[in-house]
Every structure is written in C-alpha cells, then in structure tokens.
C-alpha cells in the first residue's frame, strides 16, 4: 500500500535527534514548560516571519483562543467557509459566538471572499479564512472592513501570499502529526505581530494567569508538552526541504496527470506559495474511484466528505452549491516528503485506470 502520508520517513531522519532531546527533558525533569517551549516558538515565529508564537496543547484550542483574544464573544458572529474542517466551527462556538457559513470557491476549494464580504452585518466579529489544503486564501479583501481577520493556517505552515505569511490580525496552526509540521500528538501554536494579542492568548492558556494563583481572566489549560516541542524543534528545522519535496511531488502529479480525461488539477491562486499539505483533484464517481484505488494499493483519501453546515451539529438548511458539489467530487493523492517517482507514478497508473 501507498499511504497517504508516511510519517516514518520523516521519523526515521529525527529519531536520534529527537531521543536526545527527550532524554534532556527527562534528565531535567521539566515537562511543562521546559525552554524548548519557548526555544521552540521563538524559532517558529522567526520561520513565519512574525514577531509572537504561543504554543499551545491543539489546533482548535488555538483557534479558540485566538478568537477569544480578539474579543469574540456571547452575541458575536463569526464569518467561515463551510469546507473546512469541523474544529474551525467549533472554536467559533466554544468561544461564545455564532458561526455564519459562506461557499467555497470551485477551482482553488478556497472561501468565496465576495460571499464572505456579503454576509458581514453589525454583528459579524470576525471572519475566519481558511488557509485549505496548503495555500493561503485572499486575505487581503477583508482588510479595512471593521472585523477581525483570524486566520485557520492549520494546513498552511510554510505557505505564503505575495511573499507574506501572516495578513490578519493572528493566525491558529495545528501540529497534528499529519500535518506539514506535525508533533507525535496534539499540538498547535497562535502567531501574531500584535504584542497584545500575543499576551491574551497566553494569560486565557494558563488558566487565565501570569501570575501564579492570581488570575485576571477565565481561562483554561492549553499549553504546548515539552515533549511535543522537542519534536517540532527536529521537524522545522527540515520543513523548508520537506515543503520544497511536498512542492516537487505536487508538479509531478500534475505532470502525470495533465490532459487525462475526468481528472480536475488543483488551481494554485495568483501570488501563493503553495506547501501541498494535500494535493487535491476533482473526479467523477469519486467514492468509486476512491474504493477502486485503495483495492489496489493506493491510500487515496477524502478530505472532506461532509461540508460543515450539513454535519449535525452545524445543520442550517442552507444551500452552498459549491461545496456539495465538491464533497462528492475531491480526492486527495498520497504526497509526503520523501515519496518516489516511482510511487507516484503508480498512483498515476491506478487512478488513470480506475477512471477508465
């Protein structure tokens, strides 16, 4: 089997390294909060080119908290394309406040930015774009529009949009260990230019504290492991390389799979840097064909299957065309830093037949 994502290729290249590390943290005993936490994000801020990095335990806690520290609240909407994952919805509802769903765009899967401009009323708070699959939504549309702009970069860590990497006001990643930069667990970070921001986020991740027993804010326990960091230290100090292969294998595909009938390339916007956390096609028949590549050896995957607002606990109603026509229609193709050629070319071969 081709699997979507080979992780013991990325463990095999850290594993002394990573074992070093851990044996410091158990010597020193410092499991929370030991200095790679805050080596770690200082060296992570220096590689998205912010000024702030808080680590923290999980990618939906870094949403939340982000959107918490901006001021979104109890009577607050907060504006979000439905083909996300769920966990972008969920931040808006842990942090008090309603989650207003707009379309997608067909060829780049990203926010429809015109839709997300429409929906902003007196009590719209935010907006949420979400940097899908590896590249950078048009952010700069919802400047200068009174909202905050908290951006979803769980899937983006690398990427850039007109050689920048942060638009809004702060921006949630996760380190899910299938992500670009994955932990060997949960783990996620807030980032931001605002010192302000900055400091929210880590007092409402402390238990609302900076201050031992003294606490201004209510908050909760959502700090990043020692441990994790450790591993995020020996995995970013590669990620440029490993992005740049994700890039290399990503060309491949479309190389492979240009002109081939059925097959719908992924659109790359103008001015992005795209780091392929997923190199996702459009294709007829798609569970068909899913099935029918994984009987034969290929880890094709489906992300995702369901658009939020047709989940249960998100159900609306409403009606984004877009998104429903692509949950039946995307596909995503095994790439990861390492994979081969010859891989590929077999996922090439299985698809090509599978679409026959």
Sequence with gaps: ???????????????????????????????????????????????????????VANGTDALELALRAVGVGQ??????????????????????????????????????????????TPRTKAVLPVHLYGQLAAVEEFRDQGIAIVEDAAQSQGATRNGL????????????PGKNLGAYGDAGAVTTNDSSLAEKVRLLSQHGSAEKYVHSALGFNSRLDTMQAVVLQAKLRRL??????????ADYYS?????????QLPQVLAGNSHVWHLYVIRVPERNRVHDEMRANGV????????????????????????????????????????ITRAQQERVAEVLIGALA
């Design 1 to 55: 089997m081709i699997p979507p994502v080979d992780l013991s290729l990325q463990h095999a290249e850290i594993a002394v390294e990573v074992a070093a590390g851990w044996d410091t943290v158990f010597s020193k005993t410092s499991f929370v909060g030991g200095p790679q936490v805050t080596e770690f994000e200082r060296e992570y801020a220096t590689f998205s080119n912010v000024a702030h990095c808080v680590g």
């Design 75 to 120: 009577g607050d909407e907060c504006i979000l394309p439905t083909n996300s994952f769920i966990a972008t919805a969920e931040a808006v509802v842990r942090a008090g406040a309603t989650p207003v769903f707009v379309d997608c765009e067909p060829d780049s899967f990203l926010i429809d930015t015109k839709a997300a401009l429409a929906a902003i």
């Design 165 to 176: 990497n942060l638009f809004g006001d702060i921006a949630a990643t996760s380190f899910y």
């Design 240 to 249: 440029a390389v490993w992005n740049a292969q994700r890039a290399a294998a």
């Design 255 to 263: 190389t492979l799979l240009n002109g081939v009938a059925g097959v």
């Design 299 to 338: 880890g094709a995957a489906i992300h995702y299957p369901t658009p939020i607002h047709k989940t249960e606990p998100f159900a609306t109603g409403e009606t984004f065309p877009n998104a429903e026509l692509l949950a039946g229609e995307i596909l995503s193709l095994p790439i990861f830093p390492g």
